[in-house]
């Protein structure tokens, strides 16, 4: 049994998968409305009900993680590193009680899900040896120098301290790897930070599952209960006073843009305003040069549409424009692209309210002038088709709204004049998640002025790949420019996410036992360090 202080109870009525899992409601003496998954398959909707969080319920939460926050800083990284690998056991353990709840409440398939499952656990390990082998916390010694001429040198020492408690919005296109258990929550709590988590509301069985899971990672590993807590709810007003609450020090979103100006403008509205890591969606575009259009041309049409039609399109990385020369080449591909693109299937989306948007941005489109070159087959009614658009690049470059994201299985045909226009088409693009080319080697040395705009644009650059599937690792970057995420500087995949939520602080003449051990002269922790401007490991003399 869970801890009665967590807020663990058991659901009204049902289960969320039929295994009697305990099922986490926070207390909402304030807010009595119901909330209900609903199966965008069918539009039915699902048991239990749970109950929309209020003002209260995430006062609670964020009070309870401040409390908690001083203890998870302190707890040595092998603690905190048992956590996360708890959590990915527990998560484990659930088996087809979380696959099949989040396939009914998404649609997804369970092969998908069964696979994101592994990235979500594998994720979580990852994070769990990048604390335990500690370099992370870049730790920096200057050591003092008394006989400097003017003015002595003091002792002084820096590393990277947990932020504080931390606020998660979960995404709802990855409803573990990107949501509850996902990156933001595994980073905050490899750092050492509480976490409060916004449900997405179109999944709330499957965020309540994984939360369970949390939980009693949390309980096994001798944490405070605190460090994890869980909001539920469509309100927007819930989600923006979770992020003006006192005790929030950091924010972390995945979503649409709109929402995502939303809490970085209530972020940079208060009093003390905090940082909001946002990734807000891409259009990715791939860059087509006249090698790979002369020699690839049915492998970029496979992988193309491979990659255009995936998961109904529902991937941030969703490659939303194609641009290439003018010519044969280009016709001869669009024409392969529409072929197959005719015969793709139809999918279901994640929740009525995406596949709504999706076809308002086809209408969009056409209204802006970009003719269709296929669309999938008619299906069953609120499927989304998957379709090709096709443009000239003036009509791209003199209609910025064609440069808009439309999250879901449709890619934009641009047709440009030469290389100038190629590069200007480049221009015009906001920033991006990514951006791809197919060519030559040879190529991108006559390309240089379109690699140097993509690397000005995007936060990943890809050559004769696609950008769909983001390796979770030490070297990825998953972020760019504006509005493809709020900071270009970080990253939301891998663990150099954890930097987000921690900031450096400075140690200035402390005494050897007062210390962090990260700073102390004996390295007892084996981490590298700068040491008077040298990268070592070696310990430092005593004092």
Same mark, same amino acid.
């Given at each position: 049994?869970?801890?009665?202080?967590?807020?663990?109870?058991?659901?009204? #009525?049902?289960?969320?998968?039929?295994?009697?899992?305990?099922?986490?409601?926070?207390?909402?003496?304030?807010?009595?409305?119901?909330?209900?998954?609903?199966?965008?398959?069918?539009?039915?909707?699902?048991?239990?009900?749970?109950?929309?969080?209020?003002?209260?319920?995430?006062? #609670?939460?964020?009070?309870?993680?401040?409390?908690?926050?001083?203890?998870?800083?302190?707890?040595?990284?092998?603690?905190?590193?048992?956590?996360?690998?708890?959590?990915?056991?527990?998560?484990?353990?659930? /088996?087809?009680?979380?696959?099949?709840?989040?396939?009914?409440?998404?649609?997804?398939?369970?092969?998908?899900?069964?696979?994101?499952?592994?990235?979500?656990?594998?994720?979580?390990?990852?994070?769990?040896?990048?604390?335990?082998?500690?370099?992370?916390?870049?730790?920096?010694?200057?050591?003092?120098?008394?006989?400097?001429?003017?003015?002595?040198?003091?002792?002084?020492?820096?590393?990277?301290?947990?932020?504080?408690?931390?606020?998660?919005?979960?995404?709802?296109?990855?409803?573990?790897?990107?949501?509850?258990?996902?990156?933001?929550?595994?980073?905050?709590?490899?750092?050492?930070?509480?976490?409060?988590?916004?449900?997405?509301?179109?999944?709330?069985?499957?965020?309540?599952?994984?939360?369970?899971?949390?939980?009693?990672?949390?309980?096994?590993?001798?944490?405070?209960?605190?460090?994890?807590?869980?909001?539920?709810?469509?309100?927007?007003?819930?989600?923006?006073?979770?992020?003006?609450?006192?005790?929030?020090?950091?924010?972390?979103?995945?979503?649409?843009?709109?929402?995502?100006?939303?809490?970085?403008?209530?972020?940079?509205?208060?009093?003390?305003?905090?940082?909001?890591?946002?990734?807000? /969606?891409?259009?990715?575009?791939?860059?087509? !040069?006249?090698?790979?259009?002369?020699?690839?041309?049915?492998?970029?049409?496979?992988?193309?549409?491979?990659?255009?039609?995936?998961?109904?399109?529902?991937?941030?990385?969703?490659?939303?424009?194609?641009?290439?020369?003018?010519?044969?080449?280009?016709?001869? !591909?669009?024409?392969?692209?529409?072929?197959?693109? /005719?015969?793709?299937?139809?999918?279901?989306?994640?929740?009525?309210?995406?596949?709504?948007?999706?076809?308002?941005?086809?209408?969009?489109?056409?209204? !802006?002038?970009?003719?269709?070159?296929?669309?999938?087959?008619?299906?069953?009614?609120?499927?989304?088709?998957?379709?090709?658009?096709?443009?000239?690049?003036?009509?791209? !470059?003199?209609?910025?709204?064609?440069?808009?994201?439309?999250?879901?299985?449709?890619?934009?045909?641009?047709?440009?004049?030469?290389?100038?226009?190629?590069?200007?088409?480049?221009?015009?693009?906001?920033?991006?998640?990514?951006?791809?080319?197919?060519?030559?080697?040879?190529?991108?040395?006559?390309?240089?002025?379109?690699?140097?705009?993509?690397?000005?644009?995007?936060?990943?650059?890809?050559?004769?790949?696609?950008?769909?599937?983001?390796?979770?690792?030490?070297?990825?970057?998953?972020? /760019?420019?504006?509005?493809?995420?709020?900071?270009?500087?970080?990253?939301?995949?891998?663990?150099?996410?954890?930097?987000?939520?921690? #900031?450096?602080?400075?140690?200035?003449?402390?005494?050897?036992?007062?210390?962090?051990?990260?700073?102390?002269?004996?390295?007892?922790?084996?981490?590298?360090?700068?040491?008077?401007?040298?990268?070592? #490991?070696?310990?430092?003399?005593?004092?």
């Amino acid at each position: 049994m869970l801890p009665a202080a967590l807020g663990w109870r058991a659901p009204r #009525r049902g289960n969320a998968g039929g295994s009697g899992t305990l099922i986490h409601h926070v207390n909402a003496e304030d807010s009595g409305a119901e909330l209900r998954g609903v199966d965008p398959a069918t539009g039915g909707t699902l048991d239990p009900p749970y109950r929309e969080s209020g003002s209260a319920d995430v006062d #609670r939460a964020l009070c309870a993680a401040s409390d908690a926050a001083d203890d998870l800083a302190r707890a040595p990284a092998v603690q905190r590193a048992a956590f996360l690998r708890a959590a990915a056991e527990e998560l484990v353990a659930l /088996g087809d009680t979380l696959l099949n709840r989040a396939h009914v409440e998404t649609a997804l398939p369970l092969a998908r899900l069964q696979g994101e499952r592994i990235r979500t656990v594998n994720q979580l390990r990852l994070f769990a040896d990048h604390i335990e082998e500690g370099s992370w916390v870049e730790a920096r010694i200057d050591t003092a120098d008394p006989a400097r001429a003017p003015v002595p040198r003091p002792d002084v020492r820096r590393m990277l301290v947990p932020i504080g408690p931390v606020v998660v919005f979960a995404a709802s296109n990855f409803p573990l790897a990107f949501s509850v258990p996902g990156g933001d929550t595994a980073s905050a709590l490899a750092a050492g930070c509480p976490v409060v988590c916004k449900a997405h509301p179109a999944h709330p069985g499957t965020s309540e599952l994984a939360a369970g899971a949390i939980a009693r990672a949390a309980s096994r590993s001798g944490l405070p209960t605190g460090v994890f807590g869980l909001v539920q709810g469509w309100s927007h007003d819930v989600g923006l006073a979770m992020v003006r609450h006192r005790f929030t020090r950091a924010v972390g979103f995945t979503g649409s843009l709109r929402a995502g100006r939303a809490i970085v403008d209530a972020a940079a509205a208060r009093e003390d305003p905090i940082p909001v890591y946002a990734e807000m /969606g891409s259009i990715n575009p791939v860059f087509l !040069l006249p090698s790979a259009l002369a020699e690839q041309n049915d492998k970029l049409a496979d992988g193309l549409v491979q990659a255009i039609t995936l998961g109904v399109g529902q991937f941030c990385t969703n490659p939303g424009v194609l641009v290439g020369p003018r010519g044969d080449a280009l016709d001869r !591909l669009s024409a392969r692209l529409a072929e197959r693109i /005719g015969r793709a299937e139809s999918g279901t989306m994640l929740y009525a309210r995406l596949h709504e948007a999706y076809e308002r941005g086809l209408d969009r489109a056409r209204a !802006l002038g970009a003719a269709v070159l296929a669309s999938g087959p008619a299906g069953t009614p609120g499927r989304a088709r998957p379709a090709l658009l096709a443009v000239q690049a003036e009509r791209f !470059l003199a209609s910025p709204e064609l440069g808009e994201e439309i999250f879901g299985p449709v890619s934009l045909v641009v047709s440009a004049e030469g290389q100038g226009e190629l590069v200007r088409v480049a221009e015009s693009l906001e920033g991006q998640l990514t951006a791809t080319i197919h060519g030559s080697a040879r190529e991108l040395e006559q390309y240089a002025r379109l690699v140097d705009v993509l690397r000005r644009k995007a936060g990943r650059l890809i050559f004769n790949g696609f950008p769909t599937g983001v390796e979770v690792g030490h070297a990825m970057h998953h972020g /760019g420019p504006w509005p493809a995420s709020s900071d270009a500087r970080t990253t939301s995949v891998g663990s150099a996410a954890i930097a987000r939520f921690a #900031r450096p602080v400075c140690y200035q003449n402390f005494p050897e036992a007062s210390l962090p051990p990260a700073l102390r002269n004996r390295n007892t922790l084996g981490i590298w360090r700068l040491v008077d401007g040298r990268t070592t #490991r070696d310990d430092l003399p005593a004092a």
